[in-house]
């Protein structure tokens, strides 16, 4: 189960997260994250995480290399170039607000 602590770590580091912040976040016992180096989590537990780190649980028990492949399901292949830019672990909220945002900047674009 070492790649999933290291996963999450990773993750963590890169949202400037603690592994304490994201076991407080996520509800569980003090320290149960790092249990997880040598045991096997709750299904119900990892769900619990990969939501507080906005990715799949797929992606941190390794059998992905996708954050979260459903956030990007319905993109063009330059909207997912474009939203990964802007930040890597966007969620579906996330790109939806940035697709948003690009349709306001083309129609203020034909204004002009």
Known sequence: MTMLYDRIKEISNKKGLSIDFVNEKAGLSNKAIYGW????????NLQKVADVLHVS????????DEMNPTAS????????????????AATKEDIEQIKQLVEIAK???RRL
């Open 107 to 109: 129609l203020s674009r």
């Open 73 to 88: 399901d319905d993109l063009t292949p330059a909207q997912k170039e474009v939203a990964y830019f802007i930040d890597p």
């Open 37 to 44: 180096k040598k045991s096997t989590p709750k299904a119900d």
């Open 57 to 64: 649980t797929d992606y941190l028990l390794g059998r992905t």
